[in-house]
């Protein structure tokens, strides 16, 4: 890695193209998401590496609930069985593992899985990965609202605010999405405020350490001002 880079405190990935990917092959659309998840499980540990302290991630929206049972099924049991495989890997790594994302609905299975990952990797010091699942931007916020309701609170300025949402974060510096969406899809809305978006058209099964690489050098050139004047 070039030592001339500005590295991000927080990075955020919007992982899309998993699909696409695997019907270009002439793949069922379940195996671009095998080949997905198993990116994101290198690519987190080389991000990390790289000095990034927190790595949020979109592994699955609440809108995602849209497709089919079969698409959400089989997510579903890659998330379950993708966690517990890759416990190991992220204590090894010492990576702490967190969720966002409303977990009421989920499989019991599946909350059971993403609450031992948490426990298990509790102690990692290297960096966090956020795994955004089950998420919504609007919903974070609406959840946010109704807490800060029950707790009686009145009034509230930002960094108040920020305490309610699901996990304490900093904000996002860089953004990336890749297979080439220009969208947001309902991204962490709040966090993304002055974040700098950087748009691959590489699916992400092919988002690799060199992709990545090509995002920080972009990231280095921006000239972040939030709403100062330029240097
Ligand atoms: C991203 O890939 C993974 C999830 C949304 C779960 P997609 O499944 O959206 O892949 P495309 O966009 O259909 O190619
Ligand atoms: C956004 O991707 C959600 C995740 C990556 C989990 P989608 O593929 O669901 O987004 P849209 O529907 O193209 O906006
Ligand atoms: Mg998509």
């Not at 977990?103 to 059971?112: G, I, P």
């Not at 953004?175 to 974040?195: D, K």
């Amino acid at each position: 890695m070039n030592r001339e880079l500005k590295i991000p405190n927080h990075v955020a990935i919007i992982l899309d193209g998993n699909g696409r990917w695997a019907t270009e092959r002439g793949l069922k659309r379940s195996k671009g998401h095998d080949a997905g998840f198993k990116n994101l499980k290198t690519l987190s540990d080389y991000i990390l590496t790289c000095g990034v302290k927190i790595l949020s991630v979109f592994a699955f929206s609440t809108e995602n609930f849209k497709r089919s049972k079969e698409e959400v099924d089989y997510l579903m049991n890659l998330f379950v069985t993708g966690f517990k495989k890759e416990r190991n890997y992220f204590v090894e790594r010492n990576i702490k593992v967190i969720f966002s994302g409303r977990k009421v609905n989920l499989r019991k299975d599946v909350v059971k899985a993403m609450n031992e990952l948490e426990k298990i990797t509790k102690d990692g010091t290297k960096g966090i990965l956020n795994i955004c699942l089950n998420y919504g931007g609007q919903s974070e916020i609406v959840d946010a609202v109704n807490n800060i309701i029950l707790d009686g609170v009145k009034e509230v300025d930002e960094e108040t605010f920020s305490k309610y949402l699901y996990q304490e974060l900093p904000p996002i510096d860089l953004m990336i999405r890749t297979s080439g969406e220009l969208r947001i899809s309902n991204f962490m809305l709040w966090q993304l405020a002055y974040a700098e978006l950087y748009f691959s058209n590489t699916y992400f099964p092919d988002f690799d350490e060199k992709e990545f690489d090509k995002a920080l050098v972009e990231y280095t050139k921006r000239d972040r001002r939030f709403g100062g004047i330029k240097k």
